[in-house]
């Protein structure tokens, strides 16, 4: 494979791991980004520092020889802590087993590993401030122009990769076939991040090892932990209308509205109300498409599938498409095309099925988590998992935990609740048979 390029458009996560996972694989690899170079560039409080990582993202990252590094970054999350309005907190594991866990992990330092580690490849080259302005997918002919300079220039290679991100500029470029179908959604709510430091001593505020919610019907607030001692809370709001971020105008308001809802994060966050002030909501959207190749040219992570982040499986389900794209090029050393197709076959339902679970799961986490039903249930489920370990298994614990098809663990869910329901069924009634019975054989 030494003769055949890549040209990768993007050098985020996903596509950071790309370049690094063909280069392994034997491709020579050009890596396309708008931005500068991630190693150079400060944190910026506000815009998603940190992310959770899972099984999927970790299985990607082991296929080039960094999910141990990436595990020293990270921060283990066992379970969800919930924060009522009374200060009061509750714990729901994740699982029923100890040791499986999701991870915080900066989102930065993880594009910086990954960009460090690709540099350090013979067949990568990087190159930075260079904004893709139209592919030829047949082609595969990209072109760009150089921010600093303004000069515009083409490269050409056998395969071009549209890593970059949701507002992909190579999707734009294959949505020019009328056979191509897009749809873009956006939720009512948007999202404002809020930076908890560290306590003076360097240590943790509040619990460590878990995703932190107040969840309070039809608006949130979540935070994850970064290893420094510090959280990144993001408040999942409506844009418009009752409790929404256009309500909050100056910092009376906030400091008022945050003692209502969210008493304990004043302790947290001391300049609250400047943090919130200086900070503008984003949107949140969900991106569907079809096809995901064509000709040349094929499209992986957010440019294919961006969902909303309520699932965490948004930078696993990408790093996925990585595994499984290299996977299928090596099952097909000699039909490039056929191996494109095959990775569009096996990735594209799986990409609608987990948009549609981070919505609902989005629900889930903003209007259930708190409630009476829902934690006599997770509490069932674990019970179920721990008593049919070779049968139950929790449809969150199949995504999060697991590398079996997002498509494939919704049908098993299924499959599971309707033999348990099947099973409580006929329980019931041989419960109620048994009752007559014995109740019939009293008589006199």
């Given amino acids: ?28 690899v ?12 400060q944190v910026v409080h506000g815009r998603s520092i940190n992310l959770a990582i899972s099984v999927r993202g970790l299985t990607g990252l082991h296929r080039v020889g960094l999910r141990e590094r990436a595990l020293e970054m990270a921060v283990p999350m066992r379970g969800r802590r919930m924060h009522a309005r009374d200060r009061s907190q509750s714990f729901q594991p994740y699982s029923a087993d100890p040791e499986e866990n999701i991870h915080s992990i900066s989102r930065g330092g993880l594009n910086q590993l990954l960009i460090e580690q690709a540099d350090r490849e013979e067949k990568v080259t990087l190159h930075f401030h260079r904004r893709c302005t139209g592919v030829d997918p047949d082609a595969a002919t990209a072109t760009f122009i150089d921010d600093r300079t303004d000069e515009t220039f083409q490269a050409t290679a056998d395969l071009v990769i549209g890593a970059d991100g949701a507002n992909s500029a190579v999707r734009h470029a294959l949505m020019c076939d009328d056979q191509f179908d ?3 959604s956006y939720l009512s709510h948007g999202y404002m991040e809020l930076f908890i430091p560290a306590a003076e001593n360097g240590g943790f505020r509040i619990d460590k090892n878990a995703l932190h919610i107040w969840p309070r019907r039809s608006f949130m607030m979540i935070a994850l932990p970064n290893d420094n001692g510090s959280f990144t809370g993001t408040c999942f709001w409506p844009l418009e209308g009752e409790f929404s971020f256009a309500d909050l105008q100056d910092a009376d308001q906030v400091r008022s509205f945050f003692q209502q809802w969210f008493p304990d994060v004043l302790d947290l966050v001391p300049d609250l109300e400047q943090q919130y002030l200086a900070a503008k909501p984003s949107t949140l959207v969900t991106i569907r498409c079809k096809p995901w190749v064509v000709g040349k040219t094929v499209l992986i992570g957010d440019a294919a599938h961006a969902i909303v982040p309520f699932y965490g499986q948004g930078m696993n389900a990408g790093f996925e498409d990585v595994r499984i794209l290299c996977e299928e090029l090596q099952k097909h050393p000699d039909d490039q095309a056929a191996a494109l197709l095959s990775y569009e076959g096996l990735r594209i339902d799986n990409g609608n099925t987990i948009a549609d679970l981070a919505l609902s799961n989005f629900h889930e986490m903003r209007d259930h988590v708190a409630s009476p039903f829902f934690l006599l249930g997770k509490k069932l489920s674990n019970l179920l998992q721990v008593v049919l370990p070779g049968w139950y298994r929790p449809l969150y614990s199949m995504v999060s935990f697991s590398n079996t098809p997002y498509t494939e663990a919704v049908e098993i869910a299924r499959r599971q609740q309707k033999t348990i329901r099947l099973s409580m069924t006929l329980l019931i009634v041989s419960i109620v048979a048994a009752v007559i019975v014995i109740w019939r054989m009293s008589w006199p």
Avoid: C, K
């Avoid at 055949?4 to 491709?27: E, K, N, S, W």
């Avoid at 931005?35 to 150079?40: A, C, K, M, Q, T």
């Fill in 1 to 28: 494979m030494s003769s055949r390029g890549v040209i990768v458009v993007g050098g985020g996560l996903t596509g950071a791991l790309a370049a690094l996972a063909l280069a392994r694989d034997g491709y020579r």
């Fill in 182 to 184: 897009f749809d873009e």
């Fill in 30 to 41: 050009d890596l396309y980004e708008h931005r500068g170079d991630i190693r150079e560039a």
